[in-house]
């Protein structure tokens, strides 16, 4: 069984930084693409970042040059290193990723890590 498992998060000062992990457990052959979404109060669930399996990124307008996405492969973990935080960064951050298990491909979500920037 497939797990994805989320740390990092919390509250941070305008201007600062912190770093989102998203670790997947269980029967994992391949993990193919990768993203990270928020969803703030009352507003849908927005893209914010992906990676595919070949190293193709892709940002959201509001965060490029301030937020990276990468993978350790070795260690099935994706990371969102968040820097120059504004107040508007504030939301529910979650991991996505396409999990080949070797039974069944599928989606999958992380169980979501608040995120709290204050001017």
């Known amino acids: 069984q497939v797990q994805l498992v989320q740390s990092g998060g919390g509250l941070v000062q305008s201007g600062g930084s912190l770093r989102l992990s998203c670790a997947a457990s269980?029967?994992?052959?391949?993990?193919?693409?990768v993203n990270w979404y928020r969803q703030a109060p009352g507003e849908q669930r927005e893209l914010v970042a992906g990676?595919?399996?070949?190293?193709?990124?892709n940002y959201a307008d509001s965060v490029k040059g301030r937020f990276t996405i990468s993978r350790d492969n070795v260690k099935n973990t994706v990371y969102l290193q968040m820097n120059s935080l504004k107040p508007e960064d504030t939301a529910v951050y979650y991991c996505?990723?396409?999990?080949?298990?070797?039974?069944?491909?599928?989606?999958?979500w992380g169980q979501g890590t608040q995120v709290t920037v204050s001017s």
């Open positions: 996505y990723a396409y999990i080949n298990s070797g039974l069944l491909t599928d989606n999958y």
């Open positions: 990676l595919t399996s070949a190293g193709t990124t």
């Open positions: 269980g029967s994992i052959f391949s993990m193919y693409v």
